[in-house]
C-alpha cells in the first residue's frame, strides 16, 4: 500500500525477485486492459483521466479473475490492490492475506517524483530525470522510442489522485491494522525503506 508515486512499484520487483512471489500490478494490469481497449478498460480510463479511482466493482473482477487463474499453491503480491476497504473485504474472502506493507512517504516528495516521471507505453518501463533518467533524454533505453508523460502524472492530475487517496484509500490501514496484518515503513527514498521491509520479510518470507 501507499500514494501513487510512493514507490509500491520498485519495492514489489525488489520483493518479488527475492523471494520468487508472482508480482500482480493493477497499474499493469489496467494499461493492458486499455491498450486492448476491453470494456473495463475503456471504463477505467475515463475515471483515470479525472484523477479518480476505478469503481470497485471493476478492480475486483480484474484482479480476482488474475488471481484466479494462478496454480493453486503460488505465492503472490499485490501492488496497488485492495484501494478501498469493500475490495478489500472482497479480497479477503476469496483468498488468504499474510502481509501488508504500507509506504508512507509525504505527498511533497511524492508530488516531486511524479512531475519527473516518464513512460515507455509500450513496455510499461518508468524513467525518473532525478533519480533514474533514461540514457538518452527523452528516449526508451532498450527500444529508443519516445517516452510520454502519463496524464495521471500531470501535475493537476497528481493533486487530485493524492486527495482522492487520502480520502479512500487511508481508511484501509485501520482495517489492515485492525487484522494485525499491516506494517507501515516512513521514509523519503525507496533506498532507505527497502533495507526495513528486507529485514522484515527476511524473518517471514522464504528467499527465492
Known sequence: MGPP?????????????RYGLTH????D???EEMKMQTSPGVAAQEFIK???LVPDDTMVQLILSKLMSLPKDTSWLLDGFPRTVFQAETLLSKQEVDQVINLDV??????DRLAGRWTHLASGRVYNNDFNPPKRKGFDDETGEPLIQREDDLPE??????????SQT??????FQKKGVCTSYAGTKTDEIWPLIKDFLDKKVSKN
Open 5 to 17: 508515486g510512493s514507490g509500491k512499484g520498485t519495492i514489489s520487483k525488489r520483493i518479488t525477485q
Open 24 to 27: 500482480l500490478s493493477s497499474g
Open 29 to 31: 494490469i489496467l494499461r
Open 50 to 52: 479525472a484523477g479518480k
Open 106 to 111: 509525504p505527498f511533497d516528495t511524492i508530488c
Open 157 to 166: 492530475t497528481i493533486k487530485q489522485r493524492l486527495e482522492t487517496y487520502q
Open 170 to 175: 487511508l481508511p484501509l490501514l485501520d482495517f
